[in-house]
């Protein structure tokens, strides 16, 4: 088994459904797939930067983006938490997968939220659909309290029950 330093052989991707562009919900993601990879992500979709082309299906550079994402190893998917659920943004970005296997590799649900009421949202709506899309998902899904996006200590107890999931599936680097 690799060491929890030691980085990931394959592709890291994390995708953010935030309106806001450059958020704490990126920043909680991108550090979610660098403790479980080692290094920083191969792949960053910031939807928010995205613009009308999310809703062109005709988009090369959208569909790129998904081509990406869809072959990734490990893909960090994000969201504020909204109306206890994930953004639209980041559904439109989602229901451009196949169904089934539109996603090869493991998916992290995340979602950051106000207080502690919608702590289950990211198991109850965002991790079904990263499942139904072909992801594996490789332990319980992740709830972070907004203003602790940053406290490495609201993230200890799940990546130490996940990493090790992560390595044993994955491996690390050649």
Known sequence: MSSPHEPLGGTVAVVVG????????????TYVAREL??????????????????LDWAAPDVAELVAQVGK???VVAASP??????????KLFLDRFDGGSGLTGLAVPLLLGGSPAHALAPELTLRPVLTELGATV???AL??????????????????????VVRAVLGGAA
């Open 72 to 74: 990734a190893d490990l």
């Open 81 to 90: 938490t909204y109306k206890g659920a994930y953004t639209g943004l980041l």
């Open 143 to 164: 709830y972070v309290i907004d203003k602790q996006h940053d406290d490495p200590a609201a993230y200890t107890a799940w990546l130490d029950a996940t990493r090790p």
């Open 138 to 140: 490789p332990g319980r």
């Open 18 to 29: 935030n309106p806001k562009p450059a958020s704490r919900t990126l920043a909680a993601a």
């Open 37 to 54: 990879a080692g290094r920083e992500p191969d792949v960053v979709v910031d939807l928010a930067t995205l613009g009308p082309a999310l």
